[in-house]
C-alpha cells in the first residue's frame, strides 16, 4: 500500500486542498490511449534502431463519472511548504484514480487528477473564469507526493521578474547540443523537439557546436552546426545563421526574455578558435542585441538579448575588447568531465561529468547533479548591491558513451531527466529533517536532453517554477 499523500507548495501563493474524491478504474477497452507512465520502447525510423521514452497511456474520467467516495478539506498549504495528510491515493484498487480540488487565498479554485496525462499535468485545470494565477502539478506515484509550481506563461517567465536580479540567481532550462533534433544516429541526436519549440516551452538556455567552413573565409558567416566531429542531420548541413535568425526572432517577440548562448568550435576541420571569434564578431553581435561584455549582467541588461558565454579562444584584437577585459562571458576552459569545477573568470562553475562507461554510472551522474543543484541553492544576493556578483552554475543532465547502444543520451536522458524532477519537487532545498535550507533556491542552469519529448515539459516547468522564490518587478 503507497504512503499518504504528502503536498509541496512550491509556489508564493497559500493554497488550500479542499477536495478530494476517488474514482473506480476506467475500462481500458473504452477510451482513447493517452500519455502517462514512463515506459521503455524501441522505435524503428529512417534512421535505424533508436530507444524512444514514451509514456504509458491511461484512461480518462468522463466529466459525468462519479466517485465512489470524496471528502471535504481545509488543509492549509502555506508556500514553500511540505504538508504530510492522511489521504490514501488509493483505496480499494492500484489503479483507481485520485482528483484533488485546491483553492487559491484569491478565491480561484484549481483541479488535479491523479495519476495525470503528461499533456494534463503542464497545468491544473481552472475551475474559475478569469484566474489570476495558474499552476503546474506533478505527481510522484511511488512516494504518494504532489509538487505544485506557479506557472507562468513559458514563453515569457522572465516578464514577472525583477530587472535587477543577477542572472546567476536564475534557475534557468537548457539543452546540450540544442539544434540536433534532426534524423541523425541515435548517438548523435540529443533533442526531441525543434529549438523554436524549446524556446517557446522556457528554454532560455542554448549549448551551440560549430564548424569553421575551410578554407577560411573571413567575409562568409557560414558557420555549420556539428555534434563532436559528426554533422547533425543526415539530410544535409544546418546552419547557425538559420538558428540565429529563430533566436531573435523569438527574442524581438519576447522582449523581457534573454537567452543565454554558449557557442564551442567543433567539428573534423582545421579552423580555428581565433577564426570562430572573428566570424561571430563580424557577422552576428552588436551591442543592442548581444550581450557582449566579459562579465555576467543583471536580468534587466540583459532582456531582449543573446548573453555570449565563448568556449574558445580570442583573436588578438578581442582580447582588448570592454577596456582590455576582453570579450564575452569566458568560458573557454573548464576542467574536462568535471563533478565541479569553476572557470579560471570566476563567472562560471560547471558540472559536466560525461563518460558514462555503463549504466551502473548514470547513477553517479544523478548524483553530481542533484549536489551541484544544491550548490546553486544556497547563493544569496542582495537585490540593492549593484555589485553582487553569483556565478552561472551550469549543470549538464548529458552524458554518453558512443560505443554502447544503452549509454546513448536518450538512454541517459530517460533516467537522468525524471530523476532531476524527482529531486526538485522532494528534497531541493530541504534540509534531512525538512527544515528549509537558506538562499535564493536557485537550480542554476540545467542543460538537459531530450525535453518535450512526447509532450513532456515536467523537467522544465519544475526548473522555471523554482523561480517563484525570486523578487517580482
Not at 484549481?110 to 494534463?120: G, I, L, N
Not at 537522468?416 to 537558506?438: F, Q, W
Not at 525535453?451 to 517554477?465: C, E, M
Amino acid at each position: 500500500m503507497p504512503p499518504d499523500l504528502k503536498i509541496r507548495n512550491l509556489s508564493d501563493r497559500p493554497l488550500k486542498l479542499v477536495l478530494v474524491e476517488h474514482f473506480d478504474p476506467v475500462h481500458e477497452g473504452g477510451f482513447q490511449f493517452r500519455n502517462v507512465t514512463t515506459s521503455f520502447v524501441h522505435v524503428t525510423n529512417s534512421i535505424g534502431l533508436t530507444n524512444a521514452t514514451t509514456r504509458r497511456d491511461v484512461p480518462q474520467i468522463s466529466p459525468d463519472t462519479q466517485p465512489f467516495e470524496n471528502r471535504e478539506l481545509s488543509i492549509d498549504l502555506p508556500p514553500f511548504s511540505v504538508t504530510q495528510t492522511d489521504i490514501k491515493p488509493v483505496i480499494r484498487n492500484d489503479k483507481e484514480r485520485l482528483r484533488l480540488t485546491f483553492e487559491a487565498e484569491s478565491g480561484g479554485r484549481y483541479r488535479m487528477y491523479t495519476p495525470v496525462p503528461t499533456k494534463e499535468s503542464h497545468a491544473l485545470e481552472t475551475l474559475s473564469e478569469n484566474p489570476d494565477m495558474h499552476f503546474t502539478g506533478i505527481y510522484l506515484p511511488q512516494d504518494s507526493y504532489v509538487a505544485l509550481f506557479e506557472s507562468s506563461d513559458l514563453d515569457r517567465w522572465m516578464d514577472k521578474l525583477n530587472d535587477n536580479v543577477p542572472i546567476g540567481a536564475l534557475s534557468i532550462p537548457g539543452t546540450h547540443n540544442s539544434p540536433t533534433c534532426h534524423n541523425a544516429p541515435p548517438s548523435v541526436r540529443c533533442q526531441a523537439v525543434s529549438p523554436l519549440e524549446q524556446l517557446q516551452n522556457g528554454v532560455r538556455f542554448f549549448d551551440i557546436r560549430v564548424q569553421v567552413p575551410e578554407p577560411f573565409d573571413g567575409g562568409s558567416d557560414k558557420l555549420v552546426l556539428v555534434h563532436s566531429v559528426f554533422p547533425i542531420s543526415l539530410t544535409g548541413n544546418r546552419y547557425f545563421r538559420d538558428l540565429y535568425n529563430e533566436c531573435r526572432r523569438f527574442l524581438d517577440e519576447h522582449p523581457s526574455e534573454t537567452l543565454i548562448m554558449s557557442i564551442k568550435r567543433e567539428g573534423s576541420g582545421k579552423g580555428t578558435d581565433e577564426q570562430l571569434s572573428r566570424v561571430l564578431k563580424d557577422h552576428y553581435t552588436n551591442p543592442d542585441q548581444w550581450w557582449t561584455r566579459p562579465w555576467l549582467p543583471r536580468l534587466g541588461e540583459a532582456r531582449g538579448k543573446i548573453v555570449l558565454v565563448r568556449r574558445f579562444n580570442l583573436e588578438e584584437g578581442l582580447k582588448h575588447e570592454w577596456d582590455d577585459k576582453g570579450w564575452g562571458i569566458d568560458g573557454a576552459v573548464w576542467a574536462d568531465n568535471t563533478p565541479n569545477a569553476t572557470c579560471p573568470s570566476g563567472d562560471l562553475v560547471v558540472q559536466d561529468f560525461y563518460e558514462v562507461a555503463e549504466q551502473a554510472s548514470i547513477d553517479t551522474k544523478v548524483q553530481y547533479v542533484r549536489d551541484h543543484m544544491e550548490r546553486s541553492g544556497t547563493c544569496d544576493f542582495n537585490l540593492d548591491d549593484p555589485n553582487a556578483r553569483i556565478p552561472l552554475y551550469i549543470n549538464f543532465l548529458s552524458a554518453s558513451n558512443f560505443w554502447k547502444v544503452n549509454t546513448w543520451p536518450e538512454k541517459i536522458a530517460a533516467k537522468v531527466n525524471p530523476a532531476t524532477v524527482a529531486h526538485l519537487c522532494t528534497k531541493h532545498m530541504l534540509e534531512d529533517d525538512g527544515n528549509l535550507k537558506p538562499g535564493d533556491w536557485c537550480t542554476g542552469i540545467l542543460v538537459c536532453d531530450w525535453v518535450g519529448l512526447d509532450g513532456d515539459w515536467d523537467l522544465v516547468r519544475s526548473v522555471v517554477g523554482i523561480n517563484a522564490k525570486l523578487p517580482k518587478r
